[in-house]
């Protein structure tokens, strides 16, 4: 496989249930980010995994907590979301050196949260 | 704050041209990204600019106007598969990327 791929595409939970989302890159990139993606709104960054540190919103909800075991794979993961976390969660990496942050996106997660 | 606009919607006709602009307001600049996204799939790169000027690529042309906080996509003899969300991005001071919402266009025959 090749760029980044998103698992699962869809997902539905309820309220009180707890799931995770994955992301991986074949890139060899060194940095990987999470983002929300609601209808109209800007991307949202949620959290950012660059050389191995962590860098986060502070706006982001506890509920969501991410994990990166090394610098190709990334995960979400979600406990007790609420209905307006229903949204698009696009993972994406980028090679971060000489200033120059192009980052390549998954095709993103779509969770709808009832 | 940082701040990145960009109109909401935009319609044009198979064959023409047309320009979406971009104005931003953030904390230091490194750089400006257009990405294309089309309905339910992940945004792809587009252009970069860092220095003032016009990028052309094909079809696809990016301006910047550093001085004035200001860039525009101009897409040329548009052709239906243009129908997309077209969405600007600044790199910030700290190398993050600052998002627009995206001006999603719409191309009729």
């Known amino acids: 496989e090749t760029g980044v791929t998103q698992t699962p595409r869809h997902l539905v939970m309820g309220m009180t249930n707890k799931k995770s989302l994955k992301c991986e890159q074949h890139?060899?990139?060194?940095?990987m980010y999470w983002y929300k993606q609601s209808a109209k709104k800007p991307l949202e960054l949620m959290f950012v995994?660059?050389?191995?540190?962590?860098?986060e919103n502070n706006s982001v909800p506890s509920r969501f907590s991410p994990e990166c075991p090394n610098s190709s794979h990334l995960f979400l993961h979600l406990h007790t979301l609420q209905p307006e976390d229903s949204a698009l969660y696009l993972c994406?990496?980028?090679?971060?050196?000489?200033?120059?942050?192009?980052?390549?996106f998954g095709p993103g997660t779509r969770l709808t949260v009832l | 704050g940082q701040n990145i606009d960009q109109p909401t919607e935009m319609t044009a006709t198979e064959g023409a041209i047309v320009q979406i602009n971009c104005t931003y307001q953030?904390?230091?600049?490194?750089?400006l990204f257009w990405y294309q996204q089309h309905a339910g799939e992940a945004p792809t790169f587009l252009s970069y600019n860092v220095l003032d000027g016009l990028e052309e690529k094909g079809r696809f042309s990016s301006f910047l106007s550093r001085s004035k906080g200001y860039s525009y996509l101009l897409l040329k003899e548009l052709q239906m598969k243009d129908s997309a969300s077209y969405l600007c991005a600044v790199s910030d001071s700290n190398y993050q990327l600052i998002w627009g919402a995206g001006t999603k266009l719409i191309i009729k025959p």
């Open positions: 995994y660059s050389l191995e540190e962590r860098v």
């Open positions: 953030t904390s230091g600049f490194n750089g």
């Open positions: 890139l060899g990139h060194n940095a």
């Open positions: 994406a990496s980028s090679q971060v050196e000489g200033g120059y942050n192009e980052q390549f």
